[in-house]
């Protein structure tokens, strides 16, 4: 009997390694995991080596990078909607042939976006009330490096290269959490840790196009006329996606920059930055997800059972990391951030429900997008505009800016959960 219970769980774990969506999201998660381990190193060493003011420029400075990653954000999610269909129907030579249109082109985006930053670089100081404006040229610099790094990983992540993703975020995490501390001691305050941020993607761009050529490699181009129309009838919806969603959870810490007292923005970006947690912990269950489904309806294949499972293990992720925000708060902050953070601890939970909200927010309207449902961008829209407008009404302390982007994300994924039930494709 004992046998044969053993021979049984062996049968059950072999298929349920077999699932990729569980295999997948368990690579990407053990990798993720190191590479936002580092990457919270990197934020929490920040926080203490800067103390709340300057962490709080530093903060606002990595979420204007974010903003400025939108246009590009909805290029990477068509690119992985695109690849993985392709990849499913085995047309390799097509890819090919995408991939080199498609670098050809980046070099006028990125040349267009930079003298764009540039132009609205005063402005931008202004508003953040910066003492030095080098450290936000410096950012521009860093969000144009970012837009080749993510398009070659959302070209691997079309190919399910999930390892390959992991290692290049890996080191891009070791070489920042090496030498920001130096670079920081030595008296370059924010702008080391920038110039930190510019060589890590620096060195990830490199490594992501060295994966990417890898695997294009002695494949040869198949010439195709685009639909631009078809194309852009799913980049666009994609694009107001994750403005939205981006929006979400940078343009808080913006705002509670420019509205708040600098060492309060400061302990608002920590609490921010612990809230993420919750957030970056189930992505990879969303990014393995989304090329899956994908695939299985460019193939005709069910995919349904797909969203409940990840449904699911997104939903565990969320109440296990909450409930700790709950129960331990000051252990949390102190441990991760210090005591001079400690202030702010009795509003951790209220960032924790603010980022589980958005995780399964996030993860509905990925999974609508992954099957060309597109009109579904209509409610992280108005949801993140609603969002913005309450916060420049309401916005007398940290406790109520944060209260704000819950109303704004409860309501959001109350309207996502019914429209999940109300729809039977």
Known sequence: MKMITVDLLKTQLKKQWRNQLIAGSLVLFVGTTIANFGQYLFHLVMGRMLGPVDYGV???????????????????????????????RKQYGTIAFLCSWLNKKLILIGLAGFLFLIL???????????????????????????????????????????????????????????????LVLLGLRVLGAVSTILLSLIVGYFLTAFFVNRQLKNIKKKAIKLNFQKVFGYLVPVFFWTLAFSSFYTTDIILARHFLPHQEAGFYAALATLGKIIFFASSPIIMVMFPMVSERQANGKKYGNLLFLSLGLVSLVCFSISGIYFLFPKLMVNLLYGSQYLAAASHLWLFAIFLSLYSLAYLLTNFYLSIKKVKIVVLPVLAALLQIVLIIFFHQNLRQIVLMSVISLALLTGALLLYSKNDQG
């Open 58 to 88: 530093l903060a606002s400075l990595i979420s204007l990078t974010y903003l400025f990653a939108i246009p590009i954000g909805a290029l990477n999610w068509t690119i992985i909607k695109y690849v993985s269909a392709l990849r499913g």
């Open 120 to 182: 609205i670089s005063f402005r931008l100081s202004v508003f953040l009330h910066l003492e030095s404006i080098w450290p936000l040229l410096l950012i521009m610099v860093v969000s144009v490096v970012s837009i080749y790094v993510s398009v070659n990983t959302a070209i691997l992540q079309g190919y399910l290269r999930f390892g390959l993703i992991s290692i290049s975020s890996i080191i891009q995490a070791v070489l920042k959490i090496t030498l920001a501390p130096l």
